[in-house]
């Protein structure tokens, strides 16, 4: 992703919330079932850093997406993320409730999303990414796209952008040397 300028780095500086679709996003949109009807999906290691630095840098995150099942929210415990919009139809509806609920203008909340109904948060928030495999439509509602796929690093992408416009990236660089 080529590092942001201007008015998007500005808009960047002041994102409190940071919001994910899941399928496509979180994962490369493939679902497997095993022979017993078991959903298993496949999380990216380093979206999961990303995401907890992220946290840790004071920024919240949370899900909204159209499915529900047992393997997101393992993973959401998993990262420490309780903010969990789970089986929902309307996303725009849903920014509005998450908006007003969480007290955050949506001037100050990022989504990333991958597809059409992800079209009605996107054209909303203050920051619209999409991954580099969304359909065209979410690519071109977009602020940013990703180099990386869903379910490839694209969120640990968004999350590093996120953490060099509030000028902390340098200081998590250090935590690992």
Known sequence: MKPPTGELKSRLKQIRLLLLDVDGVLTDGSIIYTDTGQEIKRF????????????????????VTGRRGPA???RCRNLGIDLVFDGIDDKGTALEHISGQLD??????AFVGDD?????????????????DACPEIRQAAHMVTSA???????REVCQVLLQAMGTWEAVLKRFS
């Open 149 to 155: 796929s869903g379910g490839s690093g694209a969120v």
């Open 104 to 109: 955050i203008p949506k001037s100050q909340i």
């Open 116 to 132: 059409l109904p992800d079209l009605p948060i996107m054209r909303r928030v203050g920051v619209a990414v999409a991954v580099a």
């Open 44 to 63: 990216h290691t380093r979206d999961g850093l990303g995401l907890k630095l992220a946290m840790e840098a004071g920024i919240q995150v949370g899900i």
């Open 72 to 74: 997101l929210m393992h």
